[in-house]
């Protein structure tokens, strides 16, 4: 595949809305095609690697409530606005070709881009108006109550694409409108159940809403219908991975990794203890299907470990 169809199928998940799918993407490309010579995809390979991390830190904001919806959306809009200038670079990258230089910070690519800067305030401004507008307007949402399960919207209360927690929108429903619920689907997202309803709407089509303030309103009917389990965790000891997390040829910390998917559960196989200078580290042996067998640590980037993963170093000294 080649550049430019890399960067058509990356500009395609970021319209989707799955940021951390197209930066995990980058970064497979550049890990196969960088050369350690080429200091223009070293760039853009480390502004990358940026993005992911402020991807990280951003899913811990939302997950811990410290920030609110609309700094997230202003913090998540950033975020896809530097790796679409990071897929432009790579779109024009060519062998023996210069690579127009980037910044180094990611946040400053829209403060140096003018151009790009109005277009994003005009685009803001016009959702302010018409956010306006559609609030000054008398409320005219269907009330009528259905049968069974339903859910009643908020204000704003957005309908996902899909039952996952970085799954795009297609949009928001109108306020207190009450809507059947076809299904519920519970998600395990770093050892929380998080629910979503699956509902129809006749503007937007069929989509997810997610449990939580911006539900006004669940019937007492959606508690005894049958729940879908969508990422159900392993029984006994396993992981769950985070956005950086690597799978080690070895249990060392210097040992060389490739970067497992996020949000996933993998059954350990082995835990073993490792004494790195003053501080012993847990490793933990699972399998990837793709990736095969390795080792991954609790030192770095892991959303969750089961409580049922030994605690304590129980091997045996060896006898003299």
Do not use: F, H, T, Y
């Given at each position: 595949m080649n550049h430019q169809q890399t960067a058509k199928q990356i500009r395609n998940l970021i319209a989707k809305g799955q940021l951390e799918k197209a930066a995990n993407a980058l970064v497979s490309y550049f890990d196969k095609e960088m050369k350690e010579e080429d200091k223009a995809k070293v760039q853009l390979y480390n502004q990358v690697i940026n993005q992911?991390?402020?991807?990280?830190?951003?899913?811990?904001?939302e997950l811990s409530g410290v920030i609110s919806q609309v700094d997230a959306g202003l913090k998540r809009n950033k975020i896809r606005m530097a790796l679409l200038e990071i897929t432009d670079g790579l779109e024009e990258w060519e062998e023996g070709k210069t690579?127009?230089?980037?910044?180094?910070?990611?946040?400053?690519?829209?403060?140096?881009?003018?151009?790009?800067?109005k277009v994003v305030a005009g685009f803001?401004?016009?959702i302010l108006i018409g956010f306006?507008?559609?609030?000054?307007?008398?409320n005219g949402a269907d009330t009528t109550i259905p049968k069974g399960c339903y859910v009643k919207t908020s204000i704003s209360t957005p309908l996902l694409m899909e039952p996952e927690w970085d799954a795009g929108r297609l949009g928001s429903?109108?306020?207190?409108k009450y809507y059947e619920v076809h299904e519920v689907v519970v998600e395990d997202f770093a050892g929380r159940n998080n629910k979503y309803y699956k509902v129809r709407d006749n503007k937007l089509g069929v989509g997810f809403v997610k449990h939580g303030p911006l539900v006004d309103e669940v019937s007492?009917?959606?508690g005894r219908i049958k729940v879908t389990e969508k990422n159900p965790p392993p029984s006994g000891c396993y992981i769950t991975t985070a956005t950086l997390t690597s799978l080690r040829s070895q249990a060392n910390l210097f040992a060389t990794g490739s970067r497992l998917p996020s949000n996933k559960h993998y059954q350990v196989i082995e835990t073993k203890f490792v004494q790195e200078l003053d501080t012993k580290y847990r490793f933990f042996k699972i399998q990837d299907p793709q990736l095969g067998i390795g080792w991954v640590t609790e030192k770095d980037h892991l959303d969750f470990i089961s409580p049922k993963c030994p605690t304590k170093d129980t091997t045996p000294l060896p006898q003299d």
């Open positions: 992911l991390s402020q991807l990280s830190d951003l899913k811990k904001e690579v127009k230089p980037i910044s180094a910070s990611p946040p400053s690519v829209l403060d140096n881009d003018k151009k790009r800067w803001m401004g016009l306006l507008i559609w609030w000054m307007i008398p429903l109108q306020k207190n007492d009917a959606c």
